[in-house]
């Protein structure tokens, strides 16, 4: 993904602070938000440094993600130009980010369990159903692979252990992890889009 999970928290958090424009922080106040937001979502002490915030703060501000967010600095303190910006409702738009985004998702739809993911990728077969089709070849025909190994590897291991005692094991042939299935079917929606709120919402388990 064009940003990983501590990526994204993060540039939640910084969002988080700097919209509305109530207050203005320094970059020690947005490291401690971002830390506190890490070790919530983790459940793990986080160590983040200077460095990585400013980076964050950077990427936000580029074209990167799309985000272009208007974070100004003034006497030290960091805030939204517009203090009605907020990256969550950027639009996923740029189409290298969109594939990149649908690879990513499709790679870790098993790990992420959240029932908004399956609204974000029927959303994104929409966008760039030829992407999601792609993504989604590529991850089976990797699977495949993986699983052939394993299954070679388990004839050696076999053959070894058959000449060692002088024991015949018969294969299984009948492996069905072979036999991959589409991992969804979704019907296109022309009429849909995704927003960074949207990913970051399914991502990080929040309603």
């Given at each position: ?31 401690d938000a971002c830390s506190n937001a890490l070790n919530e979502a983790r ?165």
């Open positions: 993904m064009p940003a990983n999970l501590n990526a994204l928290i993060r540039y939640k958090t910084i969002n988080s602070c700097l919209y509305g424009g109530k207050r203005r922080y320094d970059i020690h106040e947005l490291i459940g793990r002490g986080v160590s983040i440094s200077e460095r990585t915030v400013r980076d964050d703060i950077r990427v936000m501000r580029s074209e990167i993600l799309g985000f272009n967010a208007p974070i100004v600095q003034k006497d030290g303190l960091y805030f939204y130009s517009d203090p009605k910006y907020t990256i969550l409702s950027v639009g996923i738009t740029d189409p290298d980010i969109l594939d990149a985004v649908i690879k990513s998702l499709i790679r870790i739809r098993k790990e992420v369990k959240h029932p908004e993911l399956e609204i974000v990728l029927k959303k994104l077969k929409a966008l760039s159903p030829e992407s999601f089709e792609t993504a989604i070849t590529k991850i089976k025909e990797s699977e495949i692979k993986i699983t052939h190994y394993h299954k070679i590897r388990q004839e050696i291991n076999e053959n070894i252990m058959k000449e060692s005692v002088r024991y015949r094991f018969r294969i299984n042939e009948n492996d069905t992890d072979l036999n991959q299935k589409p991992m969804m079917s979704f019907s296109l929606d022309p009429g849909t889009n995704v927003s960074w709120g949207d990913l970051m919402g399914a991502l990080l388990n929040e309603s």
